[in-house]
């Protein structure tokens, strides 16, 4: 008798939650764990969620998202990168995680494997786990100049049972991104060889250079083997809300309905009111959060940059930075001990991939007083345990 499946008794808690959980809702806790910052949703946005609840907006509607708001996204979409999207393709299921949770479960069967760009956020293996697939990393390398990987190398590391890569640009935890013409050869190798490429581009606004990192839309055609993840979280500061859209190939619209309708039955209906109101009135948001996070870096960088036991590249997009400790042997024993004598939550390097038990990683989207402090009592700490301590 065996009532769960032992892809679901395999799963493990992640290494951010594993540190975080004890002390979640300690105030005397600096949060640089997570990947938000502390400024709450503007209120032009939350106010057109509240209009959408008290005009009884509470009931089921389109199970691949409200027009409106795929009107609203794919408007969005050919603004930003030039393009003219067929609004078939976009699928707003519910949050960023569900459209990567749902584009794993439509190509990945036990005994295919997958493929992730790494250092990766956790919940993203988590996610292929579940499918019964097999998964491996292709690790970017860091060199003086910053993070790096080649569609070459991921090429490399595809098997014959390959049948999803995942490729998250801007990258958390390291802000790689992938350039247009590696996104090119990627594309083209994914189309030949007939694999699924999942582009999770959640950080597609969180970029240091320019407006927005550049795009597989802008290069693909309707029915290539590419399935586009994003969502409101990070550019529009709506990590509660749980909306984000999902864009697949043309032939798919069928049965991104029917996935759509077993999942969730489409993303929280007043949520949705809140999300067309970003997309039509939240370019200033977008702005004023990027500007935000660039403060952000710079502090990050002049706190931690000048530190000789800390090797730090500056991220050029997302809001992390994956500093190397130089001789940290275990990631975990310090985010713990440094929130045990510090109250500072960073989330511990190995929960990242393999190679990454050397690194942690600090998300410098909060407040920039309590951003300091926090980086202040982590080079304390680090110090100390230089010392001997
Ligand atoms: C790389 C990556 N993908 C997906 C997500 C999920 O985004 P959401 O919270 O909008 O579902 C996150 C959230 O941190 C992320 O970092």
């Not at 786990?129 to 910053?146: F, I, L, P, W, Y």
């Not at 009592?377 to 301590?389: E, K």
């Given at each position: 008798?065996r009532?769960?499946?032992?892809?679901?008794?395999?799963?493990?808690?992640?290494?951010?939650?594993?540190?975080?959980?004890?002390r979640?809702?300690?105030?005397?806790?600096?949060?640089?764990?997570?990947?938000?910052?502390?400024?709450?949703?503007?209120?032009?946005?939350?106010?057109?969620?509240?209009?959408?609840?008290?005009?009884?907006?509470?009931?089921?509607?389109?199970?691949?998202?409200?027009?409106?708001?795929?009107?609203?996204?794919?408007?969005?979409?050919?603004?930003l990168?030039?393009?003219?999207?067929?609004?078939?393709?976009?699928?707003?299921?519910?949050?960023?995680?569900?459209?990567?949770?749902?584009?794993?479960?439509?190509?990945l069967?036990?005994?295919?494997?997958?493929?992730?760009?790494?250092?990766?956020?956790?919940?993203?293996?988590?996610?292929?786990?579940?499918?019964?697939?097999?998964?491996?990393?292709?690790?970017?390398?860091?060199?003086?100049?910053?993070?790096?990987?080649r569609?070459?190398?991921?090429?490399?590391?595809?098997?014959?049972?390959?049948?999803?890569?995942?490729v998250?640009?801007p990258?958390?935890?390291?802000g790689w991104v992938?350039?247009?013409?590696?996104?090119?050869?990627?594309?083209?190798?994914?189309?030949e060889?007939?694999?699924?490429?999942?582009?999770?581009?959640?950080?597609?606004?969180?970029?240091?250079?320019?407006?927005?990192?550049?795009?597989?839309?802008?290069?693909?055609?309707?029915?290539?083997?590419?399935?586009?993840?994003?969502?409101?979280?990070k550019?529009?500061a709506?990590?509660?809300?749980?909306?984000g859209?999902?864009?697949?190939?043309r032939?798919?619209?069928?049965?991104?309905?029917?996935?759509?309708?077993?999942?969730n039955?489409?993303a929280?209906v007043?949520?949705?009111?809140?999300?067309?109101?970003a997309?039509?009135?939240?370019?200033?948001?977008?702005?004023?959060?990027?500007?935000?996070?660039?403060?952000?870096r710079?502090?990050?960088?002049?706190?931690?940059?000048r530190?000789?036991?800390?090797?730090?590249?500056?991220?050029?997009?997302?809001?992390?930075?994956?500093p190397?400790?130089?001789?940290?042997?275990?990631?975990?024993?310090?985010?713990?001990q440094?929130?045990e004598?510090?109250?500072?939550?960073v989330?511990?390097?190995?929960?990242?991939?393999?190679?990454?038990?050397?690194?942690?990683?600090?998300c410098f989207a909060?407040s920039?007083?309590?951003?300091?402090?926090?980086?202040?009592?982590?080079?304390?700490?680090?110090?100390?345990?230089?010392?001997?301590?």
């Amino acid at each position: 008798m065996r009532p769960f499946r032992p892809e679901i008794e395999a799963l493990q808690q992640n290494g951010i939650t594993g540190v975080a959980l004890p002390r979640l809702s300690d105030p005397n806790v600096i949060p640089l764990w997570f990947g938000e910052g502390d400024t709450p949703t503007p209120a032009f946005i939350c106010d057109a969620a509240k209009r959408a609840l008290d005009a009884g907006d509470t009931f089921y509607v389109n199970t691949r998202g409200r027009i409106e708001l795929r009107d609203a996204i794919k408007a969005y979409l050919d603004d930003l990168y030039g393009i003219d999207l067929d609004p078939d393709r976009i699928t707003v299921p519910g949050s960023a995680m569900l459209g990567v949770t749902i584009a794993a479960q439509m190509a990945l069967s036990k005994g295919d494997h997958a493929l992730i760009t790494s250092p990766h956020w956790p919940n993203i293996e988590s996610v292929f786990q579940v499918t019964g697939a097999r998964v491996s990393c292709v690790r970017q390398s860091e060199n003086d100049a910053g993070w790096n990987l080649r569609a070459a190398d991921i090429i490399a590391a595809v098997e014959p049972e390959t049948r999803c890569i995942y490729v998250n640009s801007p990258c958390n935890p390291t802000g790689w991104v992938m350039g247009r013409a590696e996104q090119q050869r990627m594309l083209a190798f994914c189309r030949e060889r007939g694999i699924l490429l999942l582009a999770d581009e959640v950080y597609h606004r969180t970029v240091y250079h320019g407006d927005a990192a550049p795009s597989f839309l802008s290069i693909a055609q309707d029915d290539d083997p590419l399935v586009v993840v994003n969502g409101f979280s990070k550019a529009w500061a709506m990590t509660g809300w749980r909306v984000g859209w999902m864009v697949t190939p043309r032939r798919l619209v069928v049965q991104m309905a029917t996935l759509a309708e077993c999942f969730n039955t489409g993303a929280t209906v007043f949520a949705q009111a809140g999300a067309i109101a970003a997309l039509e009135g939240g370019e200033a948001t977008v702005r004023q959060l990027r500007t935000q996070y660039q403060r952000g870096r710079e502090i990050t960088m002049d706190i931690l940059g000048r530190e000789p036991a800390i090797q730090l590249t500056e991220p050029v997009a997302a809001f992390y930075a994956f500093p190397r400790i130089k001789g940290l042997d275990s990631s975990r024993r310090f985010a713990e001990q440094l929130l045990e004598k510090h109250n500072v939550g960073v989330a511990p390097g190995y929960t990242f991939g393999p190679g990454n038990d050397g690194h942690v990683r600090i998300c410098f989207a909060q407040s920039h007083e309590r951003l300091a402090e926090g980086l202040h009592r982590l080079v304390t700490f680090v110090r100390d345990q230089a010392g001997g301590d």
